[in-house]
């Protein structure tokens, strides 16, 4: 069964940091491509970053050189580190995991930024 655990959110002042960690378990592929997604209020769910297990990173244009995406695949553990956080970063943050064509999400962690 497929696990993945997430924990970093909060409330941060803008221009505050915060790291995101989401460690997952049960995944038996060694490829796979990890991300985060988040969703504001009233807004549909929108990709922040993937790192791919051949190490290219994409990012959103809105956190492009303030968030970095890194993965720890010996510990099945993949990070968010959000510098220069905005109020627009106000999110709901999911972390996932893409073998082939099964999307694994995690429960999601509060992230608000206070302006």
């Known amino acids: 069964q497929v696990q993945l655990v997430e924990s970093g959110g909060g409330l941060v002042q803008s221009g505050g940091s915060l790291r995101l960690s989401c460690t997952f378990s049960?995944?038996?592929?060694?490829?796979?491509?990890t991300g985060w997604y988040r969703r504001a209020p009233g807004k549909q769910r929108e990709l922040v970053a993937v790192?791919?297990?051949?190490?290219?990173?994409k990012y959103a244009d809105s956190v492009k050189g303030r968030f970095t995406i890194s993965r720890d695949n010996a510990n099945n553990t993949v990070y968010l580190q959000m510098n220069s956080l905005k109020a627009e970063d106000t999110a709901v943050y999911y972390c996932n995991v893409k073998v082939v064509h099964t999307n694994y999400w995690g429960q999601g962690t509060q992230v608000t930024v206070s302006s």
């Open positions: 049960g995944i038996i592929f060694d490829i796979y491509t």
């Open positions: 790192s791919t297990s051949g190490g290219s990173t």
